[in-house]
């Protein structure tokens, strides 16, 4: 007898990604090969001013993928709030779509879930200007560790969600 297989649904904010999210969807793609989940990738696009929507409309033929462009408030939480609106998975994920974050770490995220509500990834290499890096540490030290008591970086553009939690939040405000 065959196991039903779970779904996730990957929210993934976009602006002026047009040269990294093909890659994505391919990495993606392999990275779920072998696993038992059923995926699709939301991509909601955000005021971008190279040709992100015109990829990703290609894209739509060759990956499990939905695109919607950015509708109310500009900014990436936004993106991700009226990403969450499109989902109807079980779980829901959310990656940056600029491949800060290894998007093979999803499938072993999701394994933790059986025993986490919320699991979150750390970068350890980032990219980017150092000074980048020493505000961004700044950051998540403040309000992770000295406001919340987090260990991790709470403003990790990775992070995997049971669907359930945003059955309890008010996200219309």
Not at 96 to 111: H, N
Not at 144 to 171: A, C, M, P, T, W
Request: charged share 25%.
């Amino acid at each position: 007898m065959e196991q039903e297989k779970k779904s996730v649904d990957i929210i993934i904010p976009v602006m002026n990604e047009a040269q990294n999210v093909r890659q994505l969807c391919e990495r993606m793609r392999h990275a779920f090969l072998q696993t038992p989940w059923v995926y699709k990738m939301i991509f909601v696009v955000d005021t971008s001013t190279d040709n992100t929507l015109g990829v990703l409309q290609e894209l739509v033929h060759e990956y499990p993928l939905e695109v919607f462009e950015k509708r109310g408030r500009p900014g990436k939480a936004f993106s991700i709030i009226e990403g969450v609106g499109y989902s109807d998975a079980e779980f829901i994920a959310m990656i940056d779509g600029d491949l800060q974050y290894p998007p093979e770490a999803i499938p072993t995220m999701l394994a933790k879930m059986d025993l986490n509500g919320v699991v979150v990834g750390n970068r350890v290499k980032r990219q980017g200007h150092w000074i980048r890096h020493i505000i961004s540490l700044i950051g998540s030290n403040i309000t992770g560790k000295l406001l919340f008591g987090l260990k991790d970086d709470v403003q990790s553009g990775l992070k995997v969600f049971r669907r359930e939690i945003f059955d309890y939040l008010d996200l219309t405000k």
